[in-house]
């Protein structure tokens, strides 16, 4: 084998030639190895059958293209599989269920089923259950957040699946995205209790990327706001998925580091609750002695004592959106704008 043929020194085919023709195959794999195709089916099903020397060569090959077996195999690499997988950190909590329930809805009413997996917060398992995904060939993905991995984000532009990224945004997105910015949120929150009179603010927010982004974006806007007397704004971080004990530790202990607090962004409603309830505990009047916003306007906020002020985000029309995203991409249909930023609003009500 000469130089040039070496997987080492071959172009990776390009990303224009993939969509055209489909996504990566195992020919792509195989050409890019230096072996015949059989070859290379043989190094993945039964890497026994083949020498050392070109098993490595396939898995250079496999890496550099992102490619991911299809577990359907046979006839069907050609038909649709009527099957949506979406992927979300957790279905312990309710704030992604609005979403799931109209991707499901809309989905259906077009005679395409929805598949559920879940990675955890901190995307520990995300490469794996989209290697499991991938390899079933669903008509479309549609993720949770935009941080992924290299390697997971190759695989999915290899894959030539419709990918819709959600509850997030970026100009760069890896296919179609329908989500808002965090960053704007804690922003927008911080700007909201300035206007409130709030002066001494702090907040309690959960670990992972998302809610940190957030958190950072509030402490930013509330320094320059002035809203922080002692040069930054005390903090108390919660392990996702949050709960309402998670809320009351952490204002019992935000109570014990900076007296002074007169308002709380908390990254979520369930965390908003656990603090409300402290705060009865303790005697504090929340709307008056104490200003407390959360995130996600759960059923429950409204009927919260006192009805707690959050940020809402509208996850109906992420699922619904996400959903006619695939469906026309699938169908042959043109998308007019890959990016739709959805926003968010602030429900004011007496926490605040």
């Not at 070496?6 to 023709?21: F, L, M, Q, V, Y």
């Not at 670990?207 to 402490?219: G, I, K, P, Q, V």
């Not at 759960?298 to 809402?312: I, S, Y």
Request: charged share 20%; aromatic share 4%; hydrophobic share 45%.
């Amino acid at each position: 084998m000469n130089d040039s043929s070496h997987p080492k020194n071959s172009p990776a085919p390009e990303r224009a030639r993939r969509r055209k023709s489909g996504g990566i195959t195992l020919a792509d794999v195989a050409k890019l190895a230096g072996v015949a195709p059989i070859t290379a089916s043989r190094a993945l099903n039964t890497p026994d059958a083949v020498s050392p020397a070109v098993l490595e060569r396939v898995k250079e090959a496999v890496a550099r293209t992102g490619y991911v077996p299809n577990l359907l195999a046979g006839g069907l690499a050609s038909r649709k599989s009527r099957l949506v997988a979406a992927v979300v950190p957790t279905i312990a909590g309710p704030v992604f269920m609005e979403t799931v329930q109209a991707l499901t809805e809309t989905l259906a009413a077009s005679g395409y089923q929805l598949m559920l997996g879940q990675t955890g917060y901190h995307n520990s398992r995300e490469d794996a259950l989209l290697d499991a995904i991938i390899g079933r060939r669903p008509d479309g993905i549609v993720l949770t957040g935009i941080m992924h991995s290299a390697e997971g984000r190759r695989r999915l532009i290899a894959s030539n699946i419709p990918v819709v990224e959600t509850w997030d945004l970026t100009a760069t997105p890896i296919d179609m995205l329908v989500g808002f910015s965090h960053e704007k949120i804690g922003q927008a929150v911080a700007e909201y209790l300035h206007a409130h009179g709030r002066r001494k603010v702090a907040s309690i927010s959960g670990t992972d990327e998302r809610a940190e982004r957030r958190n950072r974006a509030f402490s930013d806007a509330a320094r320059a706001l002035g809203m922080a007397p002692m040069g930054q704004v005390p903090t108390v971080m919660a392990p996702p998925p949050t709960t309402i004990g998670s809320g009351r530790a952490g204002l019992a202990e935000l109570l014990a580091k900076a007296p002074e607090v007169d308002a709380i962004f908390c990254s979520s409603d369930m965390l908003a609750l656990g603090v409300l309830i402290e705060a009865q505990a303790r005697g504090i009047k929340v709307g008056q002695d104490l200003a407390v916003i959360g995130l996600g306007d759960m059923e429950f906020a409204k009927d919260a004592n006192p009805a707690l002020t959050t940020v809402r985000l509208d996850g109906t029309t992420i699922g619904r959106t996400a959903a006619r995203f695939i469906i026309d991409r699938t169908e042959g249909r043109p998308i007019a704008t890959k990016v739709c930023d959805i926003g968010f609003s602030i429900v004011e009500r007496a926490s605040v």
